[in-house]
């Protein structure tokens, strides 16, 4: 049974970080890119970021490039979203998604992704 889980959310201040993790199982990772989404009340999930199986391409949303950061260890089995600068704009449930689909490139677009997580909460405080 795959399994797909996110953790590291929390209540920060404007201006600090936070590291988000993303682990699988159930599946033989180092095959899958990853996604980043995310969806605040009210707001459609927006694709936040995602890397490719082998780390040699990564995506970012404009309104969060040279703030957040993404990698993945294979080993274990976890990818990782680095998010520094936070602002209250950025107060959003955080999931994360895993597919086999995209090869060559990694997808923001949540309906390319075919094992998804619960989320977990990042919430921004001005």
């Known amino acids: 049974q795959v399994q797909v889980v996110e953790s590291g959310g929390g209540l920060v201040q404007a201006g600090e970080s936070l590291r988000l993790s993303c682990t699988a199982s159930g599946l033989t990772f180092r095959e899958y890119a990853v996604g980043w989404f995310r969806q605040a009340p009210g707001k459609e999930r927006e694709g936040v970021s995602c890397?490719?199986?082998?780390?040699?391409?990564?995506y970012f949303i404009d309104s969060v490039k040279d703030r957040f950061t993404i990698s993945r260890d294979n080993d274990k089995n976890s990818v990782y979203l680095q998010m520094n600068s936070l602002n209250p704009d950025d107060t959003a449930m955080y999931y994360c998604?895993?597919?086999?689909?995209?090869?060559?490139?990694?997808?923001?677009?949540?309906?390319?992704?075919?094992?998804r997580g619960q989320g977990t909460q990042v919430t921004v405080s001005s």
């Open positions: 890397i490719q199986w082998n780390a040699h391409s990564t």
């Open positions: 998604a895993a597919t086999r689909r995209t090869v060559n490139w990694c997808s923001d677009s949540w309906l390319d992704y075919d094992y």
